[in-house]
């Protein structure tokens, strides 16, 4: 498997037009920006932060395409699979492999997070999804308070099976975190083991590969520093690196909800001068008044402005 993440790759949003389509002058600007810094991997599409499943099938192969010529093939761009079926998330991943992805980001199937899963469900989701559109594969765990989380003997089956090359890990239960993390990597030592803690990413900086996270969308280049210095040890820069980006952090994931935050991640890019605006689509509504002002001064505060 040739994709390498090891290092930063960001979860961009999706720019729309004030009226609520697809901007792609605004998906240009994001992507060649992005595509264009030195330690950015990746880029994964259609995630949460890209507000992909509330864009028609059509809109998402669009997306797909759009960012797929903004980068100009300075970085892979990966697509987030949200298909609630493994027939239709196949189907889906086949679209994307059409569009130009190189790999696909698995998300769990939605009625998980309710019902749980049955044994071995997991395990059959990645494998179709992989023998039916030969698309390399990113195992993603959700938090541990989610029904839909992967128990260990889950995310080993999953790490070891064909086309899977690497995990996005947000378990957010440290215990977890620090006793399935040594495991996985004992038993998969090739997978590459990516953090997406936004709202906490110093305690898992030093047992990564990389980060695969929306926040690097908005500030990639402390959170390249800040994978570095986890790579390095160096836990004095990476603590700097962490209080510099602490007003940030608050002003975007520290918010009632990570849905917000994808609100929140649209007035940075406003405060940074990549957006005109942050247009979202329903069911994500604009946030409180005066929110955009201290997400700026926020930006401001850590540098990025
Ligand atoms: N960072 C969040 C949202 C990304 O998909 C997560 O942990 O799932």
Redesign the pocket.
Same mark, same amino acid.
């Given at each position: 498997m040739s994709l390498d993440l090891r290092g930063l790759t960001p979860?961009p949003v999706t720019p729309f037009t004030r009226d609520g389509e697809i901007d792609y002058d605004g998906i240009k600007k994001v992507g060649a920006w992005l595509g264009g810094i030195d330690g950015v991997k990746g880029l994964v599409v259609l &995630? =949460?932060?890209g507000e992909g499943t509330f864009l028609t099938s059509d809109e998402q192969t669009r997306v797909i395409e759009a960012y797929v010529e903004a980068v100009k093939g300075e970085v892979p761009i990966i697509a987030g699979i949200t298909g609630e079926g493994d027939h239709v998330a196949s189907e889906e991943t086949r679209r994307a492999v059409k569009a130009g992805a190189s790999a696909g980001l698995v998300y769990p199937s939605h009625g998980w997070l309710r019902f749980g899963y049955q044994d071995g469900a997991p395990q059959e989701r990645y494998r179709r999804i992989h023998e039916e559109s030969g698309m390399p594969l990113i195992l993603?765990q959700?938090?541990d308070n989610t029904k839909a989380t992967y128990n260990l003997q889950t995310q080993l089956d999953i790490a070891a099976q064909p086309g899977v090359f690497a995990m996005?890990n &947000?378990v957010?239960n440290m215990k977890r975190w620090d006793t399935e993390i040594p495991v996985i990597r004992e038993q998969n030592p090739d997978l590459q083991i990516l953090t997406? =803690?936004?709202e906490y990413l110093l305690h898992t900086m030093f047992d990564v590969d990389g980060a695969l996270? &929306?926040y690097g969308g908005i500030a990639p280049e402390p959170l390249i520093e800040l994978i570095k210095a986890g790579k390095a040890k160096d836990y004095a820069r990476a603590r700097e690196l962490h209080d510099r980006l602490m007003p940030v952090t608050k002003s975007v994931y520290h918010r009632g909800s =990570?849905m917000e935050g994808t609100v929140a991640l649209k007035w940075a890019l406003v405060a940074r001068g990549v957006l005109e605006h942050a247009t979202v689509r329903t069911p994500l509504r604009p946030l409180a008044e005066g929110a955009d002002r201290q997400i700026a001064d926020a930006m401001r505060q850590a540098g990025l402005v």
């Open positions: 979860a &995630g =949460h932060a993603f959700y938090p996005k &947000g957010r997406c =803690h936004d996270v &929306g =990570h």
